[in-house]
Each structure stands twice: as structure tokens, then as C-alpha cells.
């Protein structure tokens, strides 16, 4: 399956932005999906995962009651809505793939490119 995320830009703390991973080249449905970012000079993190019915979703404590993942199995698109964002959400964000689900990187085998975020203050 190959991503594309999309959506960044740079936004005033307070705002919102929605982040969107579109997938292509397999059965989109049969996989959990998972948003990461990565700001600079920092390690990978995880942001939030949806499973692939979407009956689960987990986030990091970080964004959690501010940023909301969902899914359109039938557009082939899992979303990402982050309200509320503050300057330490400034990161490359990116979305992964896998059949598993779960919050650590290495769990999922594919991956889009980064879109970035960068929130003023």
C-alpha cells in the first residue's frame, strides 16, 4: 500500500489544522493506520492510531482531548483533526500502515512522506 499525507502548514497556536492520509495499491480496509511526527532533533513519536474498523483508536497523552483520528474506509483516507495546537506540536507529521495495530514505529511496514507542521506563538 502506498500514502500520501497532506494538510500541513503553519498555523497560530490556538488554531486548527486536519491532516489527511490517502492510501492506494491494496485493501486500505485491512489495515490499522497510525499518525507519527518527528520534530527537529528529536526521535520519532507516536501521535494516534486507528484500527481498521476503527472500533480503536489510541493517542499520545500529548494530543489526547485535542487532536481526533478517523477513517473512510470507502475514500481509502484516515484523517487527522488537531485542535487547540500549541508550539510543541511543530513537527514533520507522518502517516503508517500495517495489518497490525499498535503505537510503536516499528510495527507498522509502511509509510507516507511528512507533511509539516509548524504552529507560532
Known amino acids: 500500500v502506498q500514502l500520501q499525507a497532506s494538510g500541513g502548514g503553519l498555523v497560530q497556536a490556538g488554531g486548527s489544522l486536519r491532516l489527511s492520509c490517502a492510501a492506494s495499491?491494496?485493501?486500505?480496509?485491512?489495515?490499522?493506520v497510525g499518525w507519527f511526527r518527528q520534530a527537529p532533533g528529536k526521535e520519532r513519536e507516536f501521535v494516534a492510531a486507528?484500527?481498521?474498523?476503527?472500533?480503536?483508536?489510541y493517542y499520545a497523552d500529548s494530543v489526547k482531548g485535542r487532536f481526533t483520528i478517523s477513517r473512510d474506509n470507502a475514500k481509502n483516507t484516515v484523517l487527522l483533526q488537531m485542535n487547540s495546537l500549541k508550539a510543541e506540536d511543530t513537527a514533520v507529521y507522518y502517516c503508517?500502515?500495517?495489518?497490525?495495530?499498535?503505537?510503536?514505529?516499528?510495527?507498522?511496514?509502511?509509510w507516507g512522506q511528512g507533511t509539516l507542521v509548524t504552529v507560532s506563538s
Open positions: 503508517a500502515a500495517d495489518q497490525s495495530f499498535g503505537t510503536a514505529a516499528v510495527t507498522y511496514d509502511y
Open positions: 495499491g491494496g485493501t486500505f480496509s485491512s489495515y490499522a
Open positions: 486507528i484500527s481498521r474498523g476503527a472500533v480503536s483508536t
